[in-house]
């Protein structure tokens, strides 16, 4: 593939619902009206539920949300479309939000908080890359460059530690959603096996004991100064 227009086109639809400043309430995933767990949310999903299952990823809070999601995405996103085909890439990277948005739904202290950002998306897709291409770098030539095992892994890491110890409500890092972010691993993860293209490989171990490693040690170190 010369260019991978799915990934490009995630990427210019979020920086354009961005710039054009599209209100968050019709595309926001609201947890409490899908699993019906307050009066307000009525005992089946709505149109506007489902369409807040998938639409979130469109809306971002802030221009560091958005950028930093947008660098994620453009850094690991067209390899794993390579990987994948265009379509399949499509119907994967769909699945990991709505995978994320569920667990965030079913893991968050307040059900009633609207999820935004393609962050959980994207952290399947970050989990896609890990499989697919273990042995991969990342940084601009010339520059420094560092083993993208140890950044999936240890950005796993650090959700995993939040997921386990919820930052304080007062907290910028209680508004992240570490739920989705796991859900979106998870599923990134499982999805990949079953959507990539005939005779792409997956499972390489030369890195992945260096992001497992990385996982547990962020893990271990987040839980113990927050536990200090």
């Given amino acids: 593939m010369r260019v991978a227009f799915v990934n490009r086109g995630i990427i210019m639809a979020c920086t354009l619902a961005f710039v054009l400043g599209l209100p968050p309430e019709p595309f926001a995933f609201v947890p409490a009206y ?13 149109w506007a539920v489902w369409r807040g299952l998938f639409g979130h990823v469109l809306i971002h809070g802030d221009i560091v949300h958005l950028v930093s999601n947008m660098l994620a995405l453009w850094a690991f996103g067209d390899a794993v479309e390579t990987a994948l085909g265009s379509w399949r890439y499509l119907l994967f990277f769909l699945l990991c939000a709505a995978a994320g948005a569920l667990a965030e739904g079913a893991l968050a202290a307040d059900p009633m908080a609207p999820l935004v950002g393609a962050s959980g998306a994207i952290c399947g897709v970050m989990g896609a890359y890990l499989l697919l291409h273990p042995q991969a770098v990342l940084g601009l030539s010339p520059g420094p460059r560092v083993p993208a095992s140890l950044v999936v892994g240890g950005f796993l890491g650090v959700n995993v530690a939040m997921t386990l110890l919820p930052p304080a409500p007062d907290s910028g890092l209680a508004d992240v959603a570490w739920g989705a972010h796991l859900g979106g691993f998870a599923a990134g993860m499982a999805l990949v096996t079953l959507l990539r293209r005939p005779g792409v490989p997956v499972w390489g171990t030369a890195r992945l004991a260096t992001a497992a490693k990385a996982a547990v040690y962020l893990t271990l170190v987040v839980v113990l100064l927050r536990t200090l």
Avoid at 34 to 46: D, I, K, R, S
């Fill in 34 to 46: 899908f699993y019906g767990t307050v009066e307000l949310a009525g005992p089946l999903p709505t």
